[in-house]
């Protein structure tokens, strides 16, 4: 599942830049393909459209691989090109010593997202296994990166001489399957319509609509539509059904999507939602809408063609007609509202209001029944982590601690406020080149990688890495998770640093000369000390540049009932050692937590396992139910307010599910902490 999850979210980036795609081809063929204006608008749109497996070949081979490198995307590319010239009709022609017109009609249909898609695979793969490889002095050109095109055309040679075999006995297997389930009327329209869905991600619905739509088998229900011929309250019949759906239903679903996004993340899903909705319901081109489900909450898409497949029962039964061009949109139903063939076409604005209805209440009710990671749902990505406290988003002033606080350890580690040395462009290569030095050096590192706010590295030889070298650098703290793996925590800026690592390591760019790890240490913004500056930035005492008190007590109504434990007695190092605060714990006997004062909600993490509050004397807070919860993905929590929200003491934060959190392998224990205090104490009241 978690495969598909991320190969879904590999497909955004294509994804993306269809609806406008769909529109501009939909208008083209309204305007009329023989007019210039219609010309123009269609081959636009196209150029996109027709090469939709292609983009996806390069988005998936981008988004798997482990860095987001053009060196992968070529490699996607190549893997494309190869297989599709390979399996091309022409190709086969010549392998067969046959005509073209003599080859099976399945590698006619090579060009489609399931041949992207293994494509993009294949490209990633090569990426990640091959980019370091070293060959002898001989071949030396042709190591590292250079090498990663080459094996990516090896192994698609591979892939398309299986394909050769497999192929087509699938795309003819469909075939002979679609002639018989064209002999079962409504039943056999509901089926093929429940398939036609289905089969999309591997793209043999061509095979199904080569039974139904043309000239080959008989049928011909879109030749036959368009020309106005055919039988009057038959043909039309296997592609009615798609309008409802495709108009309405698929809007639906796209507002159940938004409904039930993350109330941080509404703005930004609510964007592809809208446009992906307006290209399915205008010019039927659903692809953009469909990919962004498929693979996150594949069993929704199982409903989907469900609900296609009883769409064209329907349709075929009632009886309603209708028949496209281009596809099951606003435009061609219009077009073809006269046509001799169309049958009480105006029914399908009932029926998709009845669909539109179905898709939302159904679509909702899943996705909150399960906790589908639909998009704006689920653990924050990598990329986005935090994107808004970052930027500035609904975050107070001062706030920069506890954001950064929750966003690593939600991650599954520990947290720091730690930045880069220096400024402009070479602070990050400064601190990336006394990291590497700190670390035993580039070739002690075998691996590295960042999450939102930690470097995850595998070491050579951990005893090299000096962590005092490593905290003058900017770090606020590391973790030995045993074996060869060593982490670094260091703040939201981590990618930055981490890339500028790679660059050194590579020798795409030298960092500053004066910059060892042994030299002075940075400025206190940049060290571990910065955590308690920062977590008093609010604080009138501390901002006038007086001392804390030694010994503060910090008097806050308890979040959740339950009996209060120690901080150094919880079972994880982060809270225990105080690398993220001072505070206390809580074995929690109740399943809501609410907010200890009154103040202003910085950040609730999407899987609703951490809170991060300023309370309205400065103190920042970090709430975090249970221990290493994050990774349940949300299962059996229910977030109760959003970043931004002016709170009191008492109001509901989160709802949890101790059941579902011991169930799963975790503590309860809630870990109530003052960010970046090094002295002080909670006391609840």
Not at 162 to 172: A, D
Not at 433 to 440: E, K, P, Q, S, V
Not at 574 to 587: K, P, R, W
Request: net charge negative.
């Amino acid at each position: 599942m978690k495969f598909l999850q991320r190969l879904g979210r590999s497909l955004m980036l294509p994804v993306a830049v269809l609806p406008i795609a769909a529109v501009l081809s939909g208008f083209g063929y309204w305007v009329g393909a023989e007019s210039l204006v219609g010309t123009f608008l269609a081959a636009a749109g196209g150029a996109l459209l027709d090469n939709i497996a292609l983009l996806f070949a390069v988005g998936v081979a981008i988004g798997m691989s482990t860095r987001s490198d053009g060196t992968s995307a070529l490699a996607g590319l190549v893997s494309w090109l190869t297989v599709t010239t390979l399996l091309s009709p022409e190709t086969m022609a010549k392998f067969q010593g046959i005509e073209v017109e003599a080859v099976n009609p399945a590698f006619a249909n090579v060009k489609n997202v399931f041949i992207g898609i293994i494509c993009g695979l294949i490209g990633a793969w090569a990426y990640d296994r091959f980019k370091d490889v070293k060959l002898p002095d001989y071949f030396a050109f042709f190591s590292g990166k250079r090498s990663v095109a080459i094996i990516s055309a090896l192994v698609s040679i591979a892939f398309a001489l299986v394909m050769m075999v497999l192929w087509p006995l699938l795309f003819s297997a469909l075939v002979h399957f679609g002639e018989f389930i064209a002999t079962l009327g409504p039943v056999g329209a509901g089926i093929y319509g429940f398939l036609n869905r289905l089969l999309i991600p591997f793209g043999l619905h061509h095979a199904l609509n080569a039974v139904f739509w043309f000239d080959g088998f008989g049928i011909a229900d879109l030749n036959n539509f368009l020309a106005g011929e055919g039988t009057y309250g038959v043909t039309g019949q296997y592609m009615t059904g798609f309008f409802p759906i495709m108009m309405f239903g698929l809007p639906g679903a796209a507002l159940a999507m938004y409904v039930t996004a993350d109330s941080g993340r509404k703005k930004r899903t609510a964007g592809i939602l809208l446009s992906a909705a307006f290209a399915s319901f205008l010019v039927g081109v659903t692809e953009p809408l469909e990919f962004l489900f498929m693979f996150l909450a594949p069993g929704l898409f199982v409903v989907h063609a469900l609900f296609m497949g009883l769409s064209l029962a329907i349709t075929t039964l009632l009886p309603v007609r209708s028949g496209f061009g281009f596809s099951a949109g606003f435009i061609d139903l219009l077009v073809q509202w006269a046509n001799p063939m169309a049958q009480n076409p105006w029914m399908v604005f009932p029926l998709g209001l009845f669909w539109f209805a179905v898709y939302f209440v159904t679509f909702r009710w899943i996705i909150l029944k399960w906790n589908l990671r639909t998009p704006g749902r689920g653990p924050v990505e990598e990329d986005e982590d935090l994107a808004g406290v970052a930027a500035g988003g609904l975050a107070p002033a001062g706030a920069a601690v506890s954001a950064a606080a929750l966003g690593s350890h939600a991650a599954g580690g520990d947290t720091a406020t730690g930045g880069p040395t220096g400024a402009g462009t070479d602070k990050y290569l400064v601190t990336a080149d006394r990291f590497i030095t700190a670390l035993g050096g580039a070739d002690n590192i075998e691996e590295i990688e960042n999450c939102a706010t930690r470097l995850r590295m595998q070491l050579g030889d951990v005893s090299l890495a000096d962590e005092k070298a490593l905290k003058r650098a900017g770090a606020a703290g590391v973790m030995k998770t045993g074996g060869h793996s060593y982490q670094v925590i260091y703040g939201l800026n981590v990618q930055f640093v981490k890339d500028a690592m790679e660059d050194i390591m590579e020798g795409v760019r030298q960092a500053p000369s004066a910059s060892p790890a042994s030299s002075d240490p940075a400025p206190a913004a940049d060290t571990a000390d910065a955590a308690s500056a920062g977590a008093a930035g609010d604080d009138p005492a501390l901002a006038a540049g007086a001392a804390a008190p030694a010994e503060q007590i910090v008097r806050l109504r308890q979040p959740v009932a339950g009996a209060v434990i120690p901080l150094d007695q919880v079972e994880d190092q982060t809270f225990a050692s105080g690398m993220l605060g001072v505070g206390a714990a809580i074995d929690p006997t109740e399943d809501t937590v609410v907010a200890p004062a009154a103040g202003t909600v910085v950040q609730v993490m999407d899987t609703g396992h951490a809170v991060a509050m300023t309370l309205n004397d400065g103190t920042e807070l970090l709430i975090h139910i249970g221990l290493d919860t994050v990774k349940m993905g949300g299962d059996g929590f229910e977030v109760l307010a959003a970043a931004g929200d002016q709170v009191r003491a008492g109001d509901p934060l989160v709802r949890f599910d101790r059941r579902a959190v011991e169930a799963a392998g975790y503590s309860a224990i809630t870990p109530v902490v003052l960010l970046g205090r090094e002295t002080g104490t909670i006391e609840f009241v």
